[in-house]
């Protein structure tokens, strides 16, 4: 028998033969302990992965993607490779997503959610990981460089789904693991955060080809390979930013952040103290004079219904000089013609001509899963689950975003909350916003890695646009991005205080902002193609050389059938 596979081998085309590897692991799991082993492996892949997005940013941990291309290859079933990328995918939205469960510690009652929330949303996203881990394994050839250009492109095209399918949750996609603002992150501009994370993918796994057995020569191909589209990154980012010309508005703007944690903000005898703290810090004379001044998401405990007909307006009226704007966060409620009632969670533009008048509102259109409404909620209701979630009614989402006008000052492009993790949700109706204003309450999360990661994701769709961003939250991180993502004036997590702070200049529009996903799309296209071609030629060459009948039965065996 070994005498006729030396013979078939030597069928197989001399070209092939030239670029054929030995797959980096040459095991299959037969026994308990070598199952154990590949789980293992599997989990401490999703763990290097998620360790090397910031604030942590080991690098070394984007080895982990090549360690699931290599485990996902040589899993003996398809099922068995989507067990192993679904393992993978849950350690890494473990690390990524645990802070979720610090927001059911903030109310008693809800506690005991706490661990439900940060397991079941890592075994829900995982999903993603095993599909394309599943469909890695069932399409990919077992020998061949170009093996990497369908697992990147399968990998690129699952994240993309992870950030549409049900709403998306794109929390930590690949290509946010370069910092903001540095060079690699300004890939950003031209494919979005998606085709930069298809790229990272790409060459982190070509790197990871050398790995393991094989000729020095082949190995040595696949180093220089996978560090030119490194580099590729590093260079190709560095020249957007030497072209960075930051130039600043008259307009200034003013963030508060306050320091109320969650908790307290709910507290009745403390309600007073957070409008007064609110306003004092708005009105204070320890900077230049603000154009606009901006509050968080949520940043009171009572609706703008309540606020605008008590004490509440006329303070925040008394806070503000004539001219000013203010923008802020409030939920707000309306009814339908039959008197049903709607709750909105909106961001409100508040003019000061003599008395406070609402220039504008803006609904938030990608609502947070059992957070702002339940999922199926009529079922939720008379099953009794929303009750026991503690989410009375769910708001309502508005219309697809749209810029805001404000009184004096460039439109702006809001946010609110996570919906700054989406790419593409800033609109060019009326024409190009001058920049984004982003307001989120991340106190739900504490000090924990949530609020720095949000700052990260954010701060992308400023890469994407070239339009700068205003952040405001109520515990931090507050900051002012620039066009080119690069995080400046900032107040950290537990500072109370300000920032006065001169809008900047919008950078020329990027090619993402142009074009969107498109690019993104074409890459993977393109990549996905030329794997398929690949591993189509490498099994026609197997049949060819096993003599056809015994490869038909291999090739269903090895694909899990």
Same mark, same amino acid.
């Given at each position: 028998?070994? $005498?006729?596979?030396?013979?078939?081998?030597?069928?197989?085309?001399?070209?092939?033969?030239?670029?054929?590897? @030995?797959?980096?692991?040459?095991?299959?799991?037969?026994?308990?302990?070598?199952?154990?082993?590949?789980?293992?492996?599997?989990?401490?892949?999703?763990?290097?992965?998620?360790?090397?997005?910031?604030?942590?940013?080991?690098?070394?941990? *984007?080895?982990?993607?090549?360690?699931?291309?290599?485990?996902?290859?040589?899993?003996?079933?398809?099922?068995?490779?989507?067990?192993?990328?679904?393992?993978?995918?849950?350690?890494?939205?473990?690390?990524?997503?645990?802070?979720?469960?610090?927001?059911?510690?903030?109310?008693?009652?809800?506690?005991? +959610?706490?661990?439900?929330?940060?397991?079941?949303?890592?075994?829900?996203?995982?999903?993603?990981?095993?599909?394309?881990?599943?469909?890695?394994?069932?399409?990919?050839?077992?020998?061949?460089?170009?093996?990497?250009?369908?697992?990147?492109?399968?990998?690129?095209?699952?994240?993309?789904?992870?950030?549409?399918?049900?709403?998306? +949750?794109?929390?930590? =996609? &690949?290509?946010?693991?370069?910092?903001?603002?540095?060079?690699?992150?300004?890939?950003?501009?031209?494919?979005?955060?998606?085709?930069?994370?298809?790229?990272?993918?790409?060459?982190? #796994?070509?790197?990871?080809?050398?790995?393991?057995?094989?000729?020095?020569?082949?190995?040595?191909?696949?180093?220089?390979?996978?560090?030119?589209?490194?580099?590729?990154?590093?260079?190709?980012?560095?020249?957007?930013?030497?072209?960075?010309?930051?130039?600043?508005?008259?307009?200034?703007?003013?963030?508060? /952040?306050?320091?109320?944690?969650?908790?307290?903000?709910?507290?009745?005898?403390?309600?007073?103290?957070?409008?007064?703290?609110?306003?004092?810090?708005?009105?204070?004379?320890?900077?230049?004079?603000?154009?606009?001044?901006?509050?968080? @998401?949520? &940043?009171?405990?009572? #609706?703008?219904? @309540?606020?605008?007909?008590?004490?509440?307006?006329?303070?925040?009226?008394?806070? *503000?000089? =004539?001219? /000013?704007?203010?923008?802020?966060?409030?939920?707000?409620?309306?009814?339908?013609?039959?008197?049903?009632?709607?709750?909105?969670?909106?961001?409100?533009?508040?003019?000061?001509?003599?008395?406070?008048?609402?220039?504008?509102?803006?609904?938030?259109?990608?609502?947070?899963?059992?957070?702002?409404?339940?999922?199926?909620?009529?079922?939720?209701?008379?099953?009794?689950?929303?009750?026991?979630?503690?989410?009375?009614?769910?708001? #309502?989402?508005?219309?697809?975003?749209?810029?805001?006008?404000?009184?004096?000052?460039?439109?702006?492009?809001?946010?609110?909350?996570?919906?700054?993790?989406?790419?593409?949700?800033?609109?060019?109706?009326?024409?190009?916003?001058?920049?984004?204003?982003?307001?989120?309450?991340?106190?739900?999360?504490?000090?924990?890695?949530?609020?720095?990661?949000?700052?990260?994701?954010?701060?992308?769709?400023?890469?994407?646009?070239?339009?700068?961003?205003?952040?405001?939250?109520?515990?931090?991180? #507050?900051?002012?991005?620039?066009?080119?993502?690069?995080?400046?004036?900032?107040?950290?997590?537990?500072?109370?205080?300000?920032?006065?702070?001169?809008?900047?200049?919008?950078?020329?529009?990027?090619?993402?902002?142009?074009?969107?996903?498109?690019?993104?799309?074409?890459? +993977?296209?393109?990549?996905?193609?030329?794997?398929?071609?690949? $591993?189509?030629?490498?099994?026609?060459?197997?049949?060819?050389?096993?003599?056809?009948?015994?490869?038909?039965?291999?090739?269903? &065996?090895?694909?899990? @059938?």
């Amino acid at each position: 028998m070994r $005498s006729e596979m030396n013979q078939a081998d030597d069928q197989i085309p001399e070209e092939m033969r030239e670029n054929a590897v @030995e797959p980096a692991f040459r095991f299959r799991p037969r026994g308990h302990l070598l199952r154990l082993t590949v789980v293992a492996l599997a989990l401490l892949a999703g763990i290097g992965a998620a360790l090397a997005h910031p604030p942590w940013s080991i690098w070394l941990g *984007l080895l982990g993607y090549p360690l699931l291309m290599g485990l996902s290859e040589r899993s003996a079933t398809v099922r068995g490779a989507f067990g192993v990328g679904w393992a993978a995918g849950f350690s890494y939205f473990f690390v990524s997503c645990w802070w979720v469960a610090e927001a059911f510690l903030v109310n008693p009652d809800q506690a005991w +959610m706490a661990p439900f929330a940060g397991s079941l949303l890592p075994a829900g996203l995982a999903l993603f990981w095993g599909g394309a881990s599943a469909a890695y394994r069932w399409l990919a050839p077992n020998r061949g460089a170009e093996r990497v250009f369908l697992f990147a492109a399968l990998f690129g095209l699952f994240e993309w789904l992870r950030g549409h399918v049900l709403t998306g +949750m794109p929390w930590n =996609p &690949a290509g946010a693991v370069w910092p903001a603002g540095s060079a690699p992150s300004q890939i950003a501009a031209y494919v979005g955060v998606y085709g930069l994370g298809l790229v990272t993918v790409l060459a982190v #796994s070509t790197l990871g080809l050398a790995i393991g057995p094989g000729r020095w020569k082949v190995k040595a191909g696949y180093l220089v390979g996978g560090a030119l589209l490194v580099a590729g990154l590093f260079l190709g980012g560095a020249e957007r930013l030497s072209q960075a010309d930051l130039r600043l508005t008259p307009t200034v703007v003013r963030i508060v /952040q306050p320091d109320v944690d969650q908790q307290a903000k709910w507290e009745p005898d403390q309600f007073e103290a957070v409008v007064r703290r609110y306003a004092n810090l708005s009105a204070s004379q320890s900077g230049a004079r603000p154009d606009i001044i901006v509050w968080p @998401e949520g &940043a009171l405990p009572i #609706s703008a219904n @309540e606020a605008f007909t008590s004490w509440v307006g006329s303070t925040m009226d008394q806070a *503000l000089e =004539p001219g /000013q704007t203010l923008i802020a966060g409030f939920s707000r409620a309306d009814a339908l013609p039959d008197g049903t009632p709607r709750y909105f969670n909106s961001l409100f533009v508040l003019q000061d001509d003599g008395q406070l008048r609402v220039a504008d509102v803006y609904d938030k259109y990608r609502l947070v899963p059992f957070g702002e409404f339940l999922p199926l909620g009529g079922i939720m209701s008379a099953t009794g689950i929303r009750s026991l979630v503690h989410v009375p009614a769910d708001f #309502s989402a508005g219309p697809r975003p749209e810029p805001v006008d404000i009184p004096g000052a460039p439109r702006a492009q809001p946010l609110i909350c996570y919906e700054s993790l989406y790419p593409g949700f800033t609109s060019t109706v009326g024409g190009r916003p001058g920049w984004i204003v982003n307001i989120s309450n991340d106190a739900w999360f504490g000090r924990t890695s949530g609020p720095r990661q949000h700052l990260n994701l954010a701060a992308y769709r400023a890469i994407e646009t070239g339009l700068p961003m205003v952040r405001a939250t109520p515990t931090g991180i #507050s900051a002012l991005i620039d066009p080119w993502g690069r995080i400046g004036a900032h107040l950290e997590p537990g500072e109370s205080g300000v920032l006065d702070v001169r809008l900047p200049e919008p950078a020329p529009p990027t090619l993402y902002a142009k074009i969107g996903d498109f690019a993104f799309l074409i890459v +993977m296209l393109g990549l996905l193609i030329s794997g398929l071609r690949f $591993s189509m030629k490498t099994r026609i060459s197997s049949r060819h050389a096993d003599g056809g009948g015994h490869d038909a039965a291999g090739a269903s &065996a090895d694909r899990g @059938e």
